[in-house]
């Protein structure tokens, strides 16, 4: 069975790794639903293309998914929901003691609660159809740990946790559930770093990657959208249909390390 055809509904698919993914289902002829948390003139127009470029029906349903009303109305708004990518993401550095408490509760909701919201009003519409993939886009640190990064990382693992128990009360449907876990990936939010490191620094744009950015990712290559979307339409292929209550990383060998 492949993804023709079928709805996939992306959250934070706006920009970066969401819009990758977004790009490549479209590509692989699903019909996708676009999530922001505002239905901006650039989104519209994000939408319009995507539709043009691949011939499909693209949607755009504006959600804030901090907040949990409004993850399961982004679901009830898509109507139909094969494929579900649970990828909006934010982070905030500083160390546990500093750590705004308020930051703390926005991270775990965007980055942990809106999948588990996303997913309980999603299984239903799967089991509905008889097939579904729920595919949570977690990180290297939701395998491992880094100072300073207490609540993105607390998130990531729990939605790597997340994912094994919705793949347990699956375990039996044609529907399975898995954790990709990038290293870095080339996104606009990780360009934008690049110039103010040079510049902090006076190293050049390859020292930066190298030696700042890439130091944990023993490849000393960013991974990209592309081969996240990929990895994505991988999983919801017929040759990963054992394939479930795992992660799959996709981080250069930072894990092997
Ligand atoms: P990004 O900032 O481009 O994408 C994050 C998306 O989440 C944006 O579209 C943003 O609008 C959306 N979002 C944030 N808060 C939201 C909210 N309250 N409601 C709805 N949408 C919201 O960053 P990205 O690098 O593309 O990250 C995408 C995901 O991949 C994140 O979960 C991130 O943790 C994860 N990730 C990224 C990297 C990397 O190197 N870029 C590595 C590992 C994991």
Not at 172 to 184: D, F, H, L, R, V
Not at 221 to 238: I, N, Y
């Amino acid at each position: 069975m492949s993804v023709k055809g079928k709805t996939a509904v992306i959250t934070g698919s706006t920009s970066g790794i969401g819009l990758g993914i977004a790009r490549s289902l479209a590509e692989a002829g699903a019909n996708v639903v676009l999530n922001g948390r505002k239905a901006t003139d650039e989104a519209r127009a994000l939408r319009d293309a995507i539709s043009r470029e691949f011939g499909v029906t693209v949607t755009l349903v504006a959600a804030d998914l901090s907040d949990p009303d409004a993850c399961a109305a982004l679901i009830a708004q898509a109507g139909r929901c094969d494929i579900l990518v649970n990828n909006a993401g934010i982070q905030h550095v500083d160390a546990i003691p500093e750590f705004p408490r308020a930051k703390w509760d926005q991270i775990l909701a965007v980055n942990l609660s809106s999948a588990f919201h996303t997913t309980a009003a999603a299984l239903p519409l799967m089991r509905k159809a008889g097939w579904g993939r729920v595919i949570n886009i977690s990180s290297a640190h939701g395998l491992t740990a880094s100072p300073y990064k207490s609540a993105y990382i607390a998130a990531k693992h729990g939605l790597v946790g997340l994912s094994k128990v919705a793949a347990l009360e699956t375990a039996e449907e044609p529907i399975t559930c898995n954790a990709i876990c990038p290293g870095y990936v080339m996104t606009p939010l990780v360009e934008s770093q690049i110039p103010g490191t040079m510049e902090k620094y006076g190293m050049t744009r390859e020292e930066v990657l190298r030696d700042v950015i890439l130091t944990r990712q023993p490849s000393k290559k960013m991974a990209t959208v592309e081969q996240l979307g990929g990895t994505v339409v991988f999983l919801c292929s017929p040759s990963a249909d054992q394939i479930t209550g795992t992660t799959i990383s996709v981080d250069g060998g930072w894990t092997a390390l």
